[in-house]
């Protein structure tokens, strides 16, 4: 069951790192004597993030088991291209910073749905309430669970899913332990720890892959790599390379469908921005969100190029290689393998501890968001309106406990799936389209109506699920962008024949300097988008 080249030592490191953020996370949840926490507090923590804490938060959140091990294994099967989500989420998020946040924080906001109900309705509030808990819960979690699972079990175990149940256990546990009691506030301040554990452990596996393809060092692996693998370097997928330019449209990953999944996860997706609702103030979380903008320029460093790696000593025939990405999922073991087989002991350790990271922080954001949710979007809503906080704080942690048993009962189901960050990049995408065409008109456009965004939101889904059909192969990234434009076409002619062009009540009244942004902020902003800027033309 246990894999012999995972020594003691190796243990010992993963060991002393659960110990380290479980007792990190119930540190800084501590209370004074005498007092108790409000939902601000568990909720919010305590509205007192600072913007370096927000940043690493952010990418901590976001980094888990998906993109680790799902996006190495795209990695291997496509190349660079997939690193399009990456890329161009630095700039998503320096739009968000600039336009999306100011208007939720002047809100005073908990949950994202809490905003629906102050700019359209308490029924379409519900309605997205009830569709968030229901993605993050059958979707994030279950998968993040799953592919953690999958890649510690091919690191430790022996591959074979010996250790698949015991390892979801184990993660769920170090996850429970220190967020739901300490809500936000020990999620944050531990993502801090790990963001760095992450980062450090996918530099390390990066360097060690590239210093093995072959005997010349680590420059020397890089460009042999670039040599036998060219096609894996191009941002923008040709049409001629017909099967992932089904998954990878060319010139569509910047300026079609993929905005409308970076628009919707970096700005409307609970778990991400409730770490910039709980800043200092407005200045505080745009710089926490430029901060992130930076640190996803290097990410695919650490979870893109090994795939890569892997993709050439597969082709190389490198010893076990071939055995170990045969079979479906085999993309997707990339990773997992690469550490396994090439990092010494001691940083074998460290590599898993933070891969154990990248995972339990997601985790813990999920079901901090989870609990924010069904607590302020349901229960207080329509259970007991006059709850108070401590009774709100429990239920809570209830909400956290029952969405994690959950996500552990339906994650072993999630087995036989190849190239899963792809796969549940399409499935959110039958639904994200219509969100995001909400959003939008909602911040944007007065004119709006709650009538127009409900309609919006129902015929979204039948028209995602029609261009999935299509007996055209259209490339799901295209399918969203056109079902966004169908949905903001519908919402926009129903607002229009509800008020008869007049502004609805509820829309959004902007006030002057509304949008206006600190000096560092606007000189990040810069720096972020030159780079990008660059990135796409060294590697078109």
Known sequence: MFNANFATIDYIIVALYMLLIIGVGLWVSRTKKGTRKTTEDYFLASKALPWWAIGASLIAANISAEQVIGMSGSGFKVGLAIASYEFMAALTLVIVGKYFLPIFITKGIYTIPEFVEKRFSTNLRTILAVFWIALFIFVNLTSVLFLGAKAIDTIVGDAQGGLMIPVIILMAFVAAAYSIYGGLSAVAWTDVIQVVLLVAG????????????????????????????????????????????????????????????????????????????????????????????????????????????????????????????????????????????????????????????????????????????????????????????????????????????????????????????????????????????????????????????????????????????????MPFIDQMMYTCLITLATIVLVSLNTHNGGDDPKGIVFTDGMFKTSRSFNVSAYIVCILLASIYVIFW
């Open 202 to 473: 996918g530099v390390v596996t990066t360097i060690f892959a590239l210093d093995r393809v072959t005997d010349g060092g680590i420059i020397d692996g890089l460009r042999h790599v670039w040599e036998q693998a060219p096609d894996k370097f191009h941002m923008i997928i040709p049409q001629s390379n017909s099967k992932v330019f089904s998954e990878l449209p060319g010139i569509a990953m910047v300026i079609g469908g993929l905005w409308v999944a970076n628009l919707y996860y970096w700005g409307f997706n609970q778990y991400i921005i409730q770490r910039a609702l709980a800043a200092k103030s407005l200045p505080e979380a745009q710089k926490g969100i430029v901060f992130a903008g930076f640190l996803k320029l290097i990410i695919p460093l650490i979870v893109v190029v090994p795939g890569i790696v892997a993709y050439v000593m597969y082709t190389e025939h490198y010893p076990g290689a071939a055995e170990a990405f045969a079979g479906v999922g085999g993309g997707d073991k990339a990773y997992p393998w690469l550490v396994s087989n090439l990092l010494p002991i001691g940083l074998k350790g460290l590599v898993v501890a933070a891969l154990f990271a990248a995972i339990v922080s997601s985790l813990a954001s999920m079901l901090n968001s989870v609990s924010t949710i069904f607590t302020m979007d349901i229960f207080r809503h329509y259970v007991d309106k006059n709850a108070s906080h401590g009774k709100l704080v429990g239920v809570g942690r209830i909400t956290s406990i029952v969405a994690l048993v959950i996500a552990c009962c339906v994650a072993p189901l999630m087995r036989n799936f190849d190239q899963m960050f792809l796969y549940i990049q399409e499935y959110t995408g039958l639904v994200s389209p219509g969100i995001l065409a909400i959003f939008l008109v909602g911040l944007f456009w007065k004119k709006a109506t709650n009538r127009g965004a409900i309609t919006g939101i129902l015929v979204s889904i039948p028209v995602a699920l029609a261009l999935k059909l299509l007996p055209i192969n």
